[in-house]
């Protein structure tokens, strides 16, 4: 049963059974391009779709420090590094997908690009100003405390940075059937309308700068059946209880009772 936020995503052996679905798939570990991992590493709706949107938006230079909070096993923070050229620092809860995300990012022979570390949304493990650009995909669910997630963005991004949240918004009122991809029981899932972000977003000293609502390409993501099935899933990742999670989202997206939204914000 799950007893906390990072219970719900924690196993043992993640690059492991990384390595050995793309093996069997007749990929060269010694040689393997970071688009290999797609299939796992983007643990957003969209995937890599959502996290090229991502890129495009944000207007992301070689000199800038990236802030990715929540990364995960660090796809998006791999990808962001590869488009951009800047350093992306990711920091997550969860400490077996911290050392997943370093141990990738050597096999792809990133590491000089990205670095990660164990940290928390609302306790975010660097000073103030530091960051030109913060992401968050996909973490919001978990967090009860959206003023505080929201301070901690604002204080570690520099003044006139760029913060970009894309997380599954609550529309509707209806009840969500669990497990969920970010939580298996109700009492770790926070998933709160958009006016409660930007509430939190401006009392920090963010001002909004755009919204967009991906329920269309959620709805087409999450109902659309692959050819042949990829080298690589998000079962890797999260085990085979993981088509339970996909198909309960489905259902609330289908029925707009969530949807995944991105927010970009402007730091004061
Ligand atoms: C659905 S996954 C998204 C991962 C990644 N952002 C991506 O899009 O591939 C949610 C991630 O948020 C992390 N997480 C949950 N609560 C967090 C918190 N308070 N601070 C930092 N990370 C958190 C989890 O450990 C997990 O890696």
């Known amino acids: 049963m799950q007893d906390s936020v990072e219970s719900h995503y924690r196993s043992s052996g993640i690059v492991n059974r990384i390595q050995k679905a793309l093996a069997k798939a007749g990929h060269d570990l010694k040689n393997l391009d970071p688009d290999a991992l797609a299939g796992a590493d983007e643990f957003h709706v969209g995937g890599r779709k959502a996290t090229s949107?991502?890129?495009?938006?944000?207007?992301?230079?070689?000199?800038?420090?990236?802030?990715?909070?929540?990364?995960?096993?660090?796809?998006?923070?791999?990808?962001?590094?590869?488009?951009?050229?800047?350093?992306?620092?990711?920091?997550?809860l969860t400490p077996e997908f911290v050392d997943a995300a370093i141990q990738l990012s050597k096999l792809v022979?990133?590491?000089?690009?990205?670095?990660?570390?164990?940290?928390?949304?609302?306790?975010?493990?660097?000073?103030?100003?530091v960051f030109d650009v913060v992401t968050m995909l996909h973490v919001g669910m978990n967090v009860e405390d959206k003023l505080l997630m929201m301070s901690e963005l604002e204080r570690v991004c520099k003044p006139a940075g760029t913060i970009m949240i894309y997380d599954?918004?609550?529309?509707?009122?209806?009840?969500?059937?669990?497990?969920?991809?970010?939580a298996t029981i109700e009492k770790f899932s926070f998933p709160d309308p958009a006016a409660k972000y930007i509430e939190a977003?401006?009392?920090?000293?963010?001002?909004?700068?755009?919204?967009?609502?991906?329920?269309?390409?959620?709805?087409?993501?999450?109902?659309?059946?692959?050819?042949?099935?990829?080298?690589?899933?998000?079962?890797?990742?999260?085990g085979p209880n993981f088509m339970a999670m996909r198909d309960n989202l489905a259902l609330a997206v289908r029925d707009d009772v969530v949807s995944p939204v991105m927010m970009t914000f402007r730091a004061g």
């Open 109 to 129: 022979g990133m590491e000089d690009g990205v670095n990660f570390q164990q940290g928390s949304a609302t306790g975010i493990p660097f000073e103030k100003n």
């Open 53 to 92: 949107l991502i890129a495009d938006e944000l207007d992301i230079h070689a000199t800038d420090c990236v802030l990715d909070v929540g990364c995960g096993i660090g796809g998006a923070s791999r990808f962001l590094a590869r488009k951009t050229g800047a350093h992306v620092t990711g920091i997550d």
């Open 168 to 182: 599954i918004i609550r529309k509707g009122t209806d009840a969500l059937k669990y497990p969920m991809p970010w």
């Open 201 to 238: 977003a401006k009392a920090s000293g963010l001002v909004l700068l755009k919204q967009v609502d991906h329920g269309k390409l959620a709805k087409k993501f999450l109902t659309s059946v692959p050819d042949e099935l990829p080298a690589l899933t998000l079962g890797h990742l999260m």
